[in-house]
């Protein structure tokens, strides 16, 4: 009778193992994951001998694909809304530096079309990204 008389106890997760090993892979995927940069656009820059370092940490960054899309921090955007987004960022920050980064191949027009509209709107400081 003793034996029917016995209660048994209740099951319980132990959370810490899984806390611990939830840590190590979190840990794991952030030293592990590549951000992705403008580079996953396939753009291969022209080459210049006499070009320096960029040592500039706040830029806006303007990217040019092959087809004359344009890229305004990693986002593709149309001409309009480009122009739109440059407008705002010349009354916002006048000053602040461009980096034009275009492939090798982008025909000089649209080159010039990004740069005429950046200098339009205060924003004179454009910088070429090259190899």
Known sequence: MSLLLRRRRQPTINI???VDV???L???FLVTM???QVSTL???VPKIETAGKNEINEQIV???SPEGQVYL???LLEMEAFKAAIVVAGELTP???ILLIADEEVPLKYVTEVMDVCRANQLNKIRLQSR
């Open 16 to 18: 810490v193992p899984l």
């Open 95 to 97: 000053e602040m530096p």
């Open 62 to 64: 303007v990217a040019l």
């Open 26 to 28: 979190l840990f794991f």
């Open 22 to 24: 939830l840590t190590v």
């Open 73 to 75: 921090n990693d986002r």
């Open 42 to 44: 396939n753009i291969t």
């Open 34 to 36: 590549q951000f992705k």
